[in-house]
Nanobody, 122 residues
Framework: QVQLVESGGGLVQAGGSLRLSCAAS????????MAWFRQALGKEREYVTS????????YYGDSVKGRFTISRDNTKNTVYLQMNSLKPEDTAVYYC???????????????WGQGTQVTVSS
């Protein structure tokens, strides 16, 4: 079992940057593939990015490639999402997730954080 808590959300102007953090409880953090999803108002939850257990491999959705960077620090049980060149369409609630399978679907992840709001103004 793992509990996830996101933080770092807020309001930022278009073109700005923001870094989200996801703190995980337990000593099994390194056993999980981690991901970020987001859900904009009135839209379905969308895959953003994921990272392998060791952190050596990362994957990104097309909408954030070149702008967002996922990383993890297994010694701190924390995964990060560095968001640069933010656009108004990035506005959403961002969720951290943990799973044991490869994938970009919600069903691939077993544990979810409560979400943190990111708002990008134009």
């Amino acid at each position: 079992q793992v509990q996830l808590v996101e933080s770092g959300g807020g309001l930022v102007q278009a073109g700005g940057s923001l870094r989200l953090s996801c703190a995980a409880s337990g000593r099994t953090f390194s056993s999980y593939r981690m991901a970020w999803f987001r859900q904009a108002l009135g839209k379905e939850r969308e895959y953003v990015t994921s990272i392998s257990r060791s952190g050596s491999m990362t994957y990104y959705g097309d909408s954030v490639k070149g702008r967002f960077t996922i990383s993890r620090d297994n010694t701190k049980n924390t995964v990060y999402l560095q968001m640069n060149s933010l656009k108004p369409e990035d506005t959403a609630v961002y969720y951290c997730a943990a799973g044991r399978n490869f994938g970009s679907l919600e069903r691939d992840y077993d544990y979810w954080g409560q979400g943190t709001q990111v708002t990008v103004s134009s």
